[in-house]
């Protein structure tokens, strides 16, 4: 079967770093998505990793291995506006979307 | 501004009505997408469309329904609503079908079915 696992809860400092994980199984892979999702609104598209290795884009970067089933979203030079909850989505085989239940990052000051 | 418009933002409604979620895109996306989000889990997909004319079934489709007349619209429907549809949904887009690229979201609408 398909599961795919991220801590629930996380708590950072402004101005740190900080690496949220996510672990998954599956039979079949195309792929692996980052979203942010602010508390009330939509997810909004932050990351897609298909090869291993480090994907940076500014503040956050995304790290895959595809052997270990294995995640992870770096997020560099916290900011406030950086509380929120970060979705991880595996895409199997049928280039079906199969999404973790997020992880809610809470930035104090 | 374009994106996807979803309506209403949020409804109170009485179980066993009939209550239909619209959501419209101006990006010419050839894929939609319905889910709901509960606490605790992840999203889950209720009905999609790769194209218009098409639709299918997700990982949650019992109870619900929808159509894809056109590129632009694609309404959700309850049947019948009862309370474990009360969720938050969410339209979604993307320029290709099986979900193969990034999703834009629409807002969501908050249904609560007492």
């Known amino acids: 079967g398909q599961n795919i696992d991220q801590p629930t809860e996380m708590t950072a400092t402004e101005g740190a770093i900080v690496q949220i994980n996510c672990t998954y199984q599956?039979?079949?892979?195309?792929?692996l998505f980052w979203y942010q999702q602010h508390a009330g609104e939509a997810p909004t598209f932050l990351s897609y990793?298909?090869l291993d290795g480090l994907e940076e884009k500014g503040r956050f970067s995304s790290f895959l291995s595809r052997s270990k089933g294995y995640s992870y979203l770096l997020l560099k030079e916290l900011q406030m506006k950086d509380s929120a909850s970060y979705l991880c989505a595996l895409m199997d085989s049928n280039y079906q979307l199969i999404w973790g239940a997020g992880t809610k990052l809470i930035i104090k000051p | 501004i374009a994106g996807i418009t979803q309506a209403p933002t949020s409804q109170i409604l009485a179980a066993g009505r009939r209550m239909t979620l619209r959501c419209t895109q101006d990006m010419r996306h050839n894929a939609m997408y319905w889910y709901r989000q509960d606490l605790g889990l992840g999203l889950r997909l209720i009905h999609y469309s790769n194209t218009a004319g098409t639709t299918g079934k997700g990982e949650v489709p019992d109870g619900y329904s929808v159509s894809r007349a056109n590129t632009d619209d694609f309404p959700l429907t309850l049947a019948s609503a009862v309370p474990s549809q009360t969720s938050v949904y969410f339209c979604?887009?993307?320029?290709?079908?099986?979900?193969?690229?990034?999703?834009?979201f629409g807002e969501g609408s908050r249904l609560t079915v007492l």
């Open positions: 979604a887009s993307s320029r290709t079908g099986g979900q193969g690229g990034e999703l834009f």
């Open positions: 599956t039979s079949g892979f195309n792929g």
């Open positions: 990793n298909v």
